[in-house]
């Protein structure tokens, strides 16, 4: 693979990094994604923080094979344990996993986190709770977007520390900015998401025994917001 090429997922995440970022990415896979930015000029300096070691291997490879080595620091290391003060980072990225893992290792290692950083984060799913723990943190997103690659739908969400924010119950569950800009793709993942929805819900009442009726009741108050939504939409 020509590392200077990504995937249209890792460059949207690309998109959101400040142009002479020192960069730390937190389970940073292969490590495709800072040695493009690095060839291209993008960063000052970067971490790929890893804690399986076939990654770890893998991105040290990648940057070895780039002759990165010097400018690239490789670290096999626990979510954000992989950063330490002297790197000086100013942008975080935790891209490819569930919105509740990224917010655990936020929420864990908070004392490696200057409040200073930019956060660019691309949960799997689980971007409500993520958002909620931003908000808890006095983060308010300053971008976000939907995209759709290989059949899955994913979403980019970015933030910096800014003091106390509040969204409401609706903006945590779609996004505070994709509730205003609704682009094509955020709409069509709402809509299949809504009929995914419906199917569960009416497994749900022929199943309802089974089910707590406070589950019944989240999801029937989800289908309300989704499908008020697309006919505002509409």
């Not at 899955?152 to 910096?160: H, S, T």
Request: with cysteine; hydrophobic share 40%.
């Amino acid at each position: 693979m020509n590392q200077q090429r990504l995937s249209e997922r890792l460059e949207r995440v690309a998109a959101h990094v400040p142009a002479d970022a020192r960069l730390a990415d937190i389970g940073s896979d292969h490590g495709y994604l800072l040695v493009a930015l690095m060839k291209r000029g993008v960063i000052a300096a970067a971490v790929a923080g890893e804690v399986a070691l076939t990654p770890f291997h893998a991105a040290q490879r990648t940057v070895r094979e780039n002759d990165l080595s010097q400018r690239i620091s490789v670290r096999l290391a626990n979510g954000l344990a992989a950063i330490e003060p002297a790197d000086g980072i100013t942008a975080i990225s935790l891209c490819g996993m569930g919105g509740e893992t990224i917010r655990d290792i936020l929420d864990r290692d908070q004392a490696r986190l200057s409040g200073e950083e930019r956060l660019i984060l691309q949960p799997n799913g689980g971007e409500q709770p993520l958002r909620l723990w931003l908000m808890d943190n006095g983060y308010r997103i300053l971008a976000e977007e939907v995209l759709r690659e290989n059949r899955f739908n994913y979403e980019i969400i970015v933030a910096e520390r800014s003091g106390p924010v509040r969204y409401t119950a609706q903006e945590l569950y779609f996004g505070p900015l994709q509730l205003q800009q609704r682009s094509p793709a955020f709409l069509a993942k709402w809509q299949r998401l809504l009929r995914l929805k419906q199917r569960t819900l009416s497994h749900f009442a022929r199943a309802r025994q089974a089910v707590p009726e406070e589950q019944v009741q989240e999801l029937t108050q989800q289908v309300g917001w989704i499908s008020e939504l697309l006919a505002q939409a509409g």
